[in-house]
Structure formats: structure tokens, C-alpha cells
């Protein structure tokens, strides 16, 4: 007989309460509050209405009248529901544990009872299932033919009255409160309820799971999109209004994905961490999808996000660079100015909690039922929901040629298959698993025996904890997968047995596991070996693998789960530099400077200040609105206005060489057209450009080598732009080009190599931004040709080569630095040495169109805070 609870390998694991207390050192450092908010997609309780159903005893009693010929259907109440009392114009309302989750469901329970930090689950109530209804398509389903899997049907077209919603809130927050735990539960009506699921379950999961949809018009997904948009908005309206100052928020799954975002942009300083449980695909496959930007930006709303397995993390890392053209490490992502750590946490279940329900009596008795019926035979268990990434068919294919190429074997084994209903039913995947199920059993099997028991249904946990405990042979052969339960659980349970794991190479937990028997679901022969060598394993070998196996599952539980994803996120919360946040440009302050002062001077950059920046550099055009601003700008004689760019002569020329009294700096400040004048100045006459004849054939050679990248020759600069090539390789080749440009063309010329924004710029060392910026504050003049010092300096850029700007006006003794406005373009996150920011080139012109009375700056006033708001 198994041992007991007792005699578990005794351990100390890992808690919140060693690791990471609401009072720790570095919780304290950031203002913590102590407190947790779970957002989650559903309770762990579920609403009925009428009678809640009983997947063990309901509906099989409801099958079996039906075999039998009933026309009366009983739905009589299983003991134990729990149901408001209510007049009989209103709905019954009723509350059960909700199944499936354990392990999350597991983390959450901890969290509330194990650890010192208070918490709060926010999560939908789920679909309101009408047991009467349930029970007619149950019905329906099975006089039509038995065994297949279905959805239940739920109440649809309706909305719980206040009275019923105030009720069923009651019964939730009860069932909560018996297991120590707070919930503010998030009511959704409106239509079907499944819409709320529609995009998650029918356009993600099937995409992260490497799935592509069949082509179609996009009507339906763009409804499905915005019901996601409104049921991820539900949650942050309910997050928003219990939120207090110090609140770790914690976003969990793919149905959030666009939570962190919303929250981030209506709480800035909010500190929130995302678990994707499910896999992340390759960014190849992501990026089939539509809403790809809005999605991975809802995401990078977070302060950290953790994966399952290191892979899943490198793919979105990758889908971060390749779509949203953000720079990245192995281990983080900067995205809009701040760093977003990406992290890898293995999620495990509760071993202690199984530990115990596996050696119940009615376990026992049960593992007692399945070996009679069994006897002397090898048992292979297979768990899984009947959907196409489980590898169901992959499975059962590799036992058929078990059966092929072990004959001796076929009536010593028996494969117990599970199945549950997948998300999304598939008719096909259910013929398809049936059509194998009955050819191997009519191949090898006799009347007085069946090799393949398939039972697709729902089973009680203790039916699953005995199938688990009287195996010899797990068999998991999912084709893409985040993490598998039943494997953790199948550890557990063979603690005594030592019953082998064969475990596909690509789900989640395959990294975890490594002492289970791995094996690629596509290879049956490999499959079919696997099965063999498992069962004839010697015992010796089997204990070894068991005792490593359970091991690890039982070190790297949900609580440690728990305690390391928050250590973590507060380790990088506090890790961070909140002392350098720069303040969002005062525009009533400078408005007011401005109109005081009657000796102005303006310095702008054009890329990613005046205009976006666009992959295609020639397509960066001024918008109207811009060009309007700096002729109305430039119109006043007070003002001297300049553009100070990258941009060669031509393009500067070209688009904003109309404008009167507007004086242009092109390559850097290499090239000048001062202000009234029509002749360009070359700074660098008298310097030696030979430099460029090998700087040209160096950057010739690295072209040649990436697709996408192109060489833009200017008169006093080259510069190598690699925008349009793959980011991660540009960015390698960048860096290897840079290396061979510093030890072959810096040593010998007097240049220097920039890096700017998905390019490399060669140009002359004597020549940058900030002495232009400094030559033009010691050369001012008023308009009579009279020399003179600034009283009013705006001077606006977004990238390095505009820090040269700011850090050259600081150093300038005549100014004063508070009329001096030194602006970057980003977010206050951003390192500058700026004293003010704007978030992009909209706010640059809206700012310029305000001096000019474009704008009245009073309706005006805290638009840029707006914008603020998707900062850390």
C-alpha cells in the first residue's frame, strides 16, 4: 500500500515569508502598501442558475435515463451547492468551486494564506449556466450518439437584475471568505457571455499555440477584438477603484494581455508584473496577427514579465524587436524609454495538497476498482483536453505502432485515455481520435480484451489520483504546450511505485523534468520505443529517475513559484532609478518666459522631434501643421529659429527652404545656412576628407552582407542605415561594423563613429550638434547687428547626438537656466540631461503652435500629462 501524507520526504520549501515580506528591506525602499491585487481571467467559483450541474452524478445519471429510455429527466440538486435565497420572480442563484486551474488557483491560495501580504483577486464571474438548459443539449447530444465532448451551454441575451447582482456578489464573496480570501468579482453582460472568451479562446490560444486560422473577411474577429478591448477595460475599472498607492498589481494569462497597458496609462507609478501561462510562438508566427502591436504593448505596460520556459521568453523578445522595433537584451526589453525585465519562473503545482488527496479512502478503493479490472496487465495513463495541440492522435498513433512492433507485448498493456472538452470543440480532431481508437482495438484486440480505454469526459479527482497512482506509464506527447499538470502530479503520485514519465520535448515543463524520458511526438517509432524501454525498465532504474523527478517537483512548487515571481518583480522595482524621472515640459511656465522675453533663440531637431521617425528616411516629410508653425515662429523678428539635423543640405533645402528667416544646420552642424541668408557654409572645407573613400568600402562590405541596409552619402558625413533589415541581425552587424570602423578608419583620422537610431554616422570628431548649439548662443545678435545674450532658450531634441545640444547650453555661464528649456523627446524615464520632456513630435508642434497663438495654451494645459500616463 502507498504510504501515507506522512511519509513524505519531509522539506522546508521556500516561502513568501523567508524570502520577500511586505516589510522587507527592498519593499519598504519602494512605499510597498503590502498588498497584492490577482487580476485573473476567472474565479475559482462558478454561478448557476436553477441546479448546478455534477459532472460525476447529474449527467450520468441524466445518460443513463436516457439510455434507458426515460422520458422524465431528474435534475434533482446535488448535496453541498450553496444557493441565495431569493423570491421566486428572481433566478436561483447558486456557487461551486470552479475545476480546472488548480495549480494558479493553488498559487493564489497561498498567496492569501501562506504569506504575510494582504490580497485581492479580481477576476469575471464566468458564463451563468442555466442547468436546465445544460441538461436538454446533454440529452440531445447523447440520444444522437454517446461518448462525444460539448461545450455547455450557457444563459444567454440576459442581465442579472441589481437585486440578483447584488446577491450572486454575496454568494462569492462568501464561498471566498470560508478559504480566507477577498474578491471583487467582474460582471459582464450583454449578448452571449462566450463573447468575452471569443477572441482569447478562438484568435490567441489557437496562434500561441502555433495554429493558423483559415483566411476570412475579419468581420467576426473584429468584433471579437473589441469585446477583448471592453472585458480587459472592465478589469481596469475595477482594479482602478480599489487601488491604493504601493499596490502590486499581478497580471496572469493571455486573456489580459492588454490589462498592463490600460492600467499603466491610467495609473503611471502603478507597480504591476504579467505571467504568461501559456506558450509564446516564434515572433514569425505572431506576427500573423492583426492587433500584434496593441497586444505587445499592452504588455510592455509592465514593470516584468515572466514565461514559463526560457524559449517563450526569447520569442518575445524577439516579437518585441522585429515588430515594435524596440532594443532589447536577453533579459529585458526598452520600450517607450523605460526597461521592462523579462524573466523565466517555471510554475509548479501544490505537492503537499496532492500529496494528500492522493492517499484518501476513496482514492484507494477506487485504485483498488481499476486494478481489478486491469489485472496483470501494464497500465499506460494519458490525460489531456481533446483539442489538436495535446498530441491526442500523436499519442494514440505511436501506441498503435507500439502494438506493430511489439506483438508480445499487446495483451500485457492497456492505454487509459482521458479526455476532457477543449476550449474550442473540434469535431474533426473527436472523429479523428475515434476512427484510431476503434482501428487498434479491432487490430489487436479480442473479445476478452481492449487495448485502448478511452473516456472522454470530465473524472473526479479521485478517480485521476488513482489512474495516476496504479500507472506504470504516463504518456504525454502534447505538440505545443505551456505547463502540464498531470506530469507534475504523475511525479507525485508514483513516489512509491516509481512508474516512468515520457514526456514530449515541447511542452513547458519538458525543461523542468529533465530526468522524464523526453520524446518528439512527430517521431511514433521513437514514441513506440519510449513506451517499450519504459516498461521492461529495470526497477533500480526507475527509482533513480523517480527520486530526481520528484525531487525537483516537490522543491519547485506553486509557492515557490509564488515567492520567486514577487521577490523578483520587487527586486526589480527597487532596483530601478526612480530618482531621474524628468518632469513633463511646464508649457504654461515657458509660455510665460516667452512672452517676457524679446531676445529669443530656438534649436530644433527634425528627426523624431519635428517628424516621427519612419523606416524609409526620404519619406519623413514635415506635416503642414509643422511648417506652418516655424514660418509663424520665424515671422517674428524677436525670434531666431534653427533647425539642427543629421539631414544633408538637399533634404533641408528641399522642405523647409521656403520658409523665411529660418536658418538650417544640416549634417550635424558640419553645413549652415544662417538665418536670411540663401548660401550654405561648409565648416568642413578645409578638412581632410579622404576618410570616406574607406569608410565607404567598409560600409560597402556590411551592406553587401544584410539584406535591408542601404548607405546614405553625405558631403561631410556616410552614414550606414540598417532600419529595414532584420533588427536583430542589423543590430549584430551594427556592432561588428562599428568594432572594425574603431580599429581601422578612427586611428588614423580624425573622426568619430555614432550610433544613432538603427544606423551608423562617420563624420569629422571637431564637428557635433553641441558646439553649433554654443557658437549660436555666443554669436547672437539682435536685429540691428548688435551683439546680445538670449533672455529665452528652447532647444528640443530626441536622441544622443541632441544630448551634445543640452549639455553644451548648461555649460553656458551668460544664459540663464530658467529661461533656458532644454526638452527631450521620450518619456521621464529616459536618461537625459534635459530639464524637461515631451512624449513624441505631436507634442513638439502642439508646444511650437501654443507660442504662435495657433493653440490657445490655457485649453490646452496638461496634454502632455496625457501622454505621460504611459510612462513607469
Known amino acids: 500500500m502507498p504510504s501515507s501524507t506522512a511519509d513524505m520526504h519531509p522539506r522546508s520549501l521556500p516561502t513568501l515569508t523567508e524570502c520577500c515580506r511586505p516589510d522587507c528591506q527592498e519593499a519598504l525602499s519602494l512605499a510597498c502598501s503590502g498588498r497584492v491585487i490577482s487580476a485573473m481571467n476567472l474565479l475559482p467559483y462558478e454561478l448557476y442558475t436553477d441546479v448546478p450541474p455534477d459532472a460525476t452524478d447529474v449527467f450520468s445519471a441524466v445518460l443513463d435515463q436516457v439510455a434507458a429510455g426515460d422520458k422524465q429527466i431528474s435534475t434533482a440538486m446535488p448535496a453541498g451547492a450553496a444557493v441565495a435565497p431569493s423570491p421566486s420572480s428572481e433566478l436561483p442563484l ?28 479580481v477576476a469575471w464571474t464566468g458564463e451563468i449556466v442555466n442547468y436546465d438548459d445544460r441538461v436538454a443539449a446533454q440529452v440531445a447530444a447523447a440520444t444522437a450518439r454517446a461518448g462525444t465532448n460539448h461545450a455547455a451551454p450557457v444563459m444567454n441575451d440576459f442581465m442579472l437584475t441589481e437585486a440578483e447582482q447584488t446577491k450572486a456578489k454575496f454568494l462569492l464573496e462568501e464561498a471566498a471568505a470560508k478559504n480566507e480570501s477577498t474578491i471583487v468579482p467582474v460582471f459582464l453582460y450583454g449578448g452571449e457571455q462566450g463573447r468575452w472568451r471569443a477572441y482569447a479562446e478562438q484568435v490567441l490560444w489557437p496562434l500561441l499555440h502555433y495554429i493558423l486560422g483559415e483566411p476570412s473577411d475579419g468581420i467576426e474577429e473584429k468584433k471579437w477584438w473589441l469585446d477583448y478591448v471592453k472585458f480587459n477595460e472592465a478589469f481596469a475599472d475595477k482594479i482602478c477603484e480599489i487601488y491604493m498607492p504601493g499596490d502590486i498589481i499581478w497580471v496572469h494569462d493571455y486573456h489580459l494581455l492588454l490589462l498592463p497597458q490600460i492600467l499603466r496609462q491610467r495609473l503611471p507609478k502603478a507597480y504591476i508584473g504579467t505571467f504568461l501561462h501559456a506558450p509564446f510562438p516564434s515572433s514569425e508566427y505572431f506576427r500573423y496577427l492583426t492587433k500584434r502591436r496593441e497586444l505587445l504593448e499592452g504588455m510592455l505596460g509592465s514593470n516584468m514579465i515572466g514565461f514559463q520556459a526560457y524559449s517563450f521568453s526569447r520569442h518575445f523578445i524577439s516579437a518585441c524587436t522585429r515588430v515594435l522595433g524596440f532594443e532589447s537584451t536577453a533579459a529585458s526589453v526598452d520600450a517607450f524609454g523605460a526597461r521592462v525585465a523579462i524573466d523565466v519562473f517555471p510554475i509548479g503545482i ?83 481520435v475515434n476512427e484510431i481508437i476503434a482501428h487498434i482495438n479491432g487490430t489487436y484486440g479480442m473479445l476478452h480484451f481492449t487495448p485502448v480505454q478511452h473516456y472522454p469526459q470530465q473524472i473526479a479527482r479521485d478517480e485521476y489520483f488513482a489512474l495516476l497512482r496504479v500507472a506504470d506509464l504516463a504518456l504525454i506527447t502534447s505538440v505545443r504546450d505551456g505547463m502540464n499538470t498531470t506530469s507534475l502530479e504523475y511525479v507525485v503520485c508514483q513516489q512509491d511505485s516509481h512508474g516512468p514519465l515520457i514526456l514530449s520535448e515541447f511542452t513547458g515543463t519538458a525543461g523542468m523534468l529533465t530526468d522524464s524520458i523526453m520524446v518528439n511526438p512527430w517521431d511514433s517509432v521513437g514514441v513506440a520505443n519510449a513506451i517499450h524501454a519504459c516498461l521492461v525498465m529495470k526497477p533500480q532504474r526507475k527509482a533513480e529517475l523517480e527520486a530526481k523527478l520528484y525531487k525537483h517537483v516537490t522543491t519547485h512548487t506553486i509557492q515557490a513559484w509564488v515567492s520567486q515571481f514577487l521577490s523578483r518583480l520587487v527586486s526589480t522595482l527597487a532596483s530601478e532609478d526612480h530618482s531621474h524621472m524628468t518632469p513633463v515640459l511646464d508649457r504654461p511656465l515657458m509660455h510665460a518666459s516667452y512672452l517676457a522675453a524679446t531676445q529669443r533663440i530656438f534649436m530644433f531637431d527634425y528627426d523624431g522631434t519635428l517628424a516621427p521617425i519612419v523606416k524609409e528616411p526620404s519619406l519623413a516629410i514635415p506635416h503642414p501643421r509643422v511648417l506652418d508653425a516655424l514660418a509663424r515662429l520665424a515671422a517674428d523678428p524677436r525670434n531666431q529659429v534653427w533647425i539642427i539635423s543629421g539631414r544633408d543640405q538637399a533634404f533641408l533645402e528641399q522642405h523647409l527652404g521656403h520658409i523665411p528667416r529660418l536658418g538650417l544646420s544640416a549634417e550635424h552642424g558640419c553645413f549652415m545656412r544662417r538665418i536670411g541668408s540663401k548660401d550654405w557654409v561648409n565648416l568642413t572645407e578645409t578638412f581632410d576628407m579622404s576618410w570616406q573613400k574607406d569608410v565607404m568600402d567598409i560600409f560597402q562590405y556590411y551592406t553587401e552582407r544584410t539584406q535591408g541596409s542601404f548607405i546614405e552619402r553625405k558631403r561631410a558625413a556616410v552614414t550606414w542605415h540598417y532600419r529595414r533589415a532584420d533588427p536583430e541581425y542589423g543590430a549584430f552587424q551594427a556592432r561588428e561594423c562599428q568594432n572594425h570602423l574603431e580599429n581601422t578608419v578612427t586611428p588614423k583620422y580624425d573622426v568619430e563613429v555614432m550610433t544613432g537610431k538603427a544606423n551608423l554616422e562617420v563624420r569629422p570628431r571637431f564637428v557635433n550638434k553641441g558646439e553649433i548649439a554654443k557658437g549660436l548662443v555666443y554669436e547672437y545678435k539682435i536685429s540691428d547687428g548688435t551683439p546680445a545674450t538670449p533672455d529665452f532658450v528652447l532647444c528640443m531634441g530626441d536622441d544622443s547626438t541632441d544630448e551634445d545640444m543640452f549639455r553644451a547650453l548648461r555649460k553656458v555661464d551668460t544664459l540663464d537656466q530658467d529661461k533656458t528649456f532644454t526638452v527631450t523627446i521620450g518619456p521621464s524615464s529616459k536618461m537625459t540631461t534635459a530639464t524637461w520632456h515631451l512624449m513624441d513630435p505631436a507634442e513638439v508642434v502642439k508646444t511650437v503652435a501654443e507660442l504662435v497663438g495657433s493653440i490657445d495654451v490655457r485649453q490646452e494645459m496638461g496634454s502632455s500629462i496625457v501622454h505621460e500616463t504611459k510612462l513607469r
Not at 494558479?104 to 504569506?115: A, D, N, V
Open 94 to 121: 447558486f456557487v461551486r468551486h470552479r475545476r480546472g486551474n488548480s495549480a494558479l488557483y493553488s498559487g493564489q491560495s497561498f498567496l492569501e494564506t501562506g504569506t504575510s501580504w494582504k490580497t485581492v483577486l
Open 350 to 432: 501544490d505537492a503537499a495538497k496532492v500529496q494528500r488527496d492522493m492517499d484518501t479512502p476513496a482514492v484507494r478503493e477506487n485504485m483498488v476498482a481499476i486494478r481489478d479490472l486491469y489485472p496483470g496487465k501494464k497500465i499506460i495513463v494519458g490525460r489531456d483536453r481533446l483539442d489538436s495541440v495535446r498530441g491526442v492522435i500523436q499519442k494514440l498513433r505511436a501506441f498503435e505502432m507500439f502494438c506493430q512492433m511489439y506483438p508480445e507485448m499487446v495483451e500485457k498493456v492497456v492505454l487509459i485515455q482521458v479526455t476532457s472538452p477543449a476550449y474550442a470543440h473540434s469535431a474533426k480532431i473527436e472523429k479523428k
